[in-house]
């Protein structure tokens, strides 16, 4: 189960994290990632990092200005988020791709998740 937190409203420039809190299995088996969708739009992929935090992918428009990071001990991943933009607004959903082996790559399509949270709201204003 994947529970996300801390959206909200933000001015234009300004921060936000979010965090994933994941329980009912083992943290490390997962690779984790964020997508963001916005009223009218598909979903789409925003950043995600491997089991040890040793790689993480990021989307064109939120390199520089995004951070993803986890943490095993408390089975949390989060996304901080600086500089935002208006374009940035959405429901931002928190994915688990499974990889017991850790041999998979770092995957961007939404497909390849088959663990999702239900979702935390970012509004920015301008």
């Known amino acids: 189960q994947l529970v996300e937190s801390g959206g909200g409203s933000v001015q234009t420039g300004g921060s936000l994290k979010l965090s994933c809190k994941a329980s009912?299995?083992?943290?490390?088996?997962?690779?984790m990632g964020w997508f963001r969708q916005a009223p009218g739009k598909e979903r789409e992929f925003v950043a995600a990092?491997?089991?040890?935090?040793?790689?993480?992918v990021y989307a064109d428009d939120v390199k520089g200005r995004f951070t993803i990071s986890r943490d095993m001990n408390v089975a949390t991943q989060y996304l901080q988020m600086n500089n935002v933009k208006p374009e940035d607004t959405a429901v931002y959903y928190c994915?688990?791709?499974?990889?017991?082996?850790?041999?998979?790559?770092?995957?961007?399509?939404?497909?390849?998740?088959?663990?999702w949270g239900q979702g935390t709201q970012v509004t920015v204003s301008s």
């Open positions: 994915a688990a791709d499974f990889d017991p082996y850790h041999l998979k790559q770092i995957r961007t399509v939404r497909n390849e998740y088959h663990d």
């Open positions: 009912g299995g083992t943290f490390t088996n997962y690779i």
């Open positions: 990092i491997t089991y040890n935090s040793a790689s993480t």
